[in-house]
């Protein structure tokens, strides 16, 4: 019997509409022989921790676009952390300033792949740290 692959979360957080970036994201982890699950647009904290749950992934991807990535961060990682998930890798993507970027790793977010990160690099990351 093979291994288990990645099971990956890609969740659009919040009032950010937009879901190309998620969606190639998406595609190209799928390619990598990962499972995905999109949650689609408009997702609330909780709705994505309760996902994750339910589908017992490996990794939180948030695809944030809003420029509200740090107060959707803070409250995904205090909720992972309530629900002593904390072997459960959060990743952030989207626009996120570089001031920001170690703001997000001291929540607890695990890394962030800013808009034009490569494909490769985000399936290396998630491979290294999960690694089946």
Do not use: C, W
């Amino acid at each position: 019997m093979g291994k288990k692959p990645v099971r990956v979360l890609v969740a659009k957080p919040g009032l950010d509409g937009h879901d190309r970036g998620a969606k190639v994201v998406a595609h190209a982890l799928r390619d990598a022989g990962m499972e995905v699950i999109y949650t689609g647009l408009h997702q609330t904290v909780e709705e994505i921790v309760e996902a994750a749950l339910q589908e017992d992934v490996d990794v939180i991807g948030l695809s944030v676009l809003s420029g509200a990535h740090l107060p959707l961060a803070e409250k995904l990682m205090a909720l992972v952390r309530d629900k002593e998930l904390e072997d459960l890798m959060v990743l952030v993507g989207g626009n996120v300033p570089g001031r920001d970027v170690e703001k997000l790793e001291d929540l607890g977010v695990a890394r962030v792949f800013r808009t034009g990160s490569r494909f490769e690099d985000i399936v290396s990351f998630i491979e290294e740290r999960v690694g089946r």
